[in-house]
């Protein structure tokens, strides 16, 4: 998969794939990339058809592990109480 992403600095687009894409997260967010990595691999494995075998085990760990990263990014951003409805 290749995402266009601006990685010079004069502005130009290039194409990357999903890994260097990884590689380039915010720093804030270099302690989630072997996660992010290990749920890339699990997909990988499981998108091709080479005798590897990804397990309903390793797809619902692949799962949680994206819950945990969605929490971890979002959730703070969150509000912590609702607003209340105006009729």
Known sequence: MMLPRFVAPS???RSINLHQSI???DPKYAHLKDVIL???WLADDGS???GVSVSIDDVMDAYELT????EEV???K????LMPMTP
């Not at 819950?67 to 969605?70: A, D, T």
């Not at 969150?78 to 109480?81: A, D, N, S, V, Y």
């Open 23 to 25: 590689a380039l997260l």
């Open 74 to 76: 979002y959730a703070p």
């Open 48 to 50: 091709q058809d080479e």
């Open 67 to 70: 819950e945990k990263i969605l």
């Open 78 to 81: 969150l509000p912590t109480t």
């Open 11 to 13: 502005g130009e687009r």
């Open 38 to 40: 290990a749920i890339k």
